[in-house]
């Protein structure tokens, strides 16, 4: 819903009812993920998009048909069938849950909250039911780390909900969970889809050297919070960084323990270190080795590579800890200049995050989107 919400907000404040259709679940080689929308106005405009052109038709008219009141939100599951793989399916061999919704003050009232807390970059998980029982389904429940709007229908399954979602919002994750009817655990009368707006990723990049320039402008591209720190003021300007979102002068391990200790680092943070000195580096990866995050990537030779292990060994770094460097930072791609090795070091980022192996998909077979495990559905 992010890249449409701007003009999502502007029809709603007009008091519009706009038709909305919401990617909750995909399997195997489905082009859009989990959180993907496509808005139909008052007017037919149609905006954003849920499958990249495969079945944007079908869910345009179904949008269509909800928005006028002709239809009720409902599920509908899209993907090849054993009998027309190429009629409103995917041909990409894909299977998609889109579910389809009426959006406007009476049906979703907390959506100017919502959209200023992306605006602010402040947690907040929308949670819709999306199968179950009709005097269910389409409800909804806002929640922020301190409070909570709306209703699934019971206060017992708001509360279960409340605490399970609340995880994922802190994870950053988006997906469906499954209830009871009276919010138990254990059941699966109700499928409820959890939309998580978390806070960009941090990108921490340390050392100001022109390939720390080049990493933070990917690390912007990409969508990330961008921070570069070093100890050289000289070195660590605006100026020389105008795609980070901060420029820190300070010592990297004494920044990145102060980040510990503010609660500012998290399991989906990424850390870069290319300072590729000694004195730096070591300090800073006794500090970040420990910590639970997404990732921890150091720049040097073989020779620095092999030099750095032996001086955290040497510092008592457990072996464990040390497993978890990926160093030399970045995928073989045959990079030379900065903007290029920025791209194999984005390029193992990602293939780290979703499961790649970095190979090329000319000569490998099978699906190219790796499935976040679970059981896939069966299609008549």
Not at 150 to 179: F, K, P
Not at 284 to 308: C, F, K, N, Q
Not at 333 to 359: F, K, M, N, R, Y
Request: glycine fraction near 10%; hydrophobic fraction near 40%; proline fraction near 4%.
């Amino acid at each position: 819903m992010r890249d449409i919400l701007t003009d999502l907000l502007s029809w709603w404040e007009d008091d519009q009812t706009v038709g909305m259709g919401t990617v909750v679940a995909t399997w195997r080689s489905a082009p859009r993920p989990a959180g993907a929308s496509m808005i139909v106005s008052t007017s037919d405009e149609a905006l954003g998009s849920v499958s990249g052109g495969c079945v944007e038709g079908a869910v345009y008219e179904e949008a269509k048909l909800v928005r006028d009141g002709e239809s009720t939100p409902q599920m509908h599951r899209y993907g090849i069938s054993d009998d027309d793989a190429f009629s409103v399916g995917l041909s990409c061999g894909g299977i998609m849950d889109i579910f389809v919704e009426p959006i406007s003050k009476t049906t979703f009232p907390e959506l100017k909250d919502v959209a200023d807390s992306i605006e602010k970059h402040e947690p907040v998980a929308v949670i819709t039911c999306v199968t179950g029982p009709e005097d269910r389904v389409g409800k909804r429940l806002v929640l922020w780390n301190d409070r909570r709007s709306g209703s699934l229908g019971m206060q017992r399954l708001d509360d279960a909900v409340a605490e399970d979602a609340l995880g994922m919002l802190a994870a950053g994750r988006t997906g469906t969970i499954h209830y009871g009817y009276e919010g138990e655990r254990r059941g699966d009368d109700l499928t409820l889809f959890v939309a998580s707006y978390a806070a960009p990723v941090r990108m921490l990049v340390f050392g100001a050297i022109d390939f720390a320039a080049a990493v933070a402008k990917m690390g912007t591209f990409l969508g990330h919070k961008v921070t570069v720190c070093d100890a050289r003021p000289v070195f660590a300007t605006k100026k020389r960084f105008p795609d980070a979102h901060e420029v820190v002068v300070d010592w990297p391990h004494r920044y990145l323990q102060g980040e510990v200790d503010a609660g500012r680092i998290d399991e989906r943070t990424i850390i870069c270190i290319l300072t590729h000195d000694q004195k730096f580096d070591v300090p800073l990866l006794e500090v970040a080795l420990p910590l639970d995050v997404a990732y921890i990537g150091a720049m040097g030779s073989r020779r620095t590579h092999d030099d750095r292990l032996d001086r955290l060994r040497e510092a008592g770094v457990p072996e464990e800890q040390i497993a978890k460097l990926s160093s030399p930072i970045g995928l073989d791609l045959g990079a030379h200049t900065p903007e290029e090795t920025a791209v194999s070091i984005a390029a193992e980022i990602i293939a780290l995050q979703w499961g790649g192996d970095g190979s090329r998909l000319s000569a490998s077979a099978g699906r190219i989107h790796g499935d976040i495990v679970r059981e896939e559905p069966v299609l008549g």
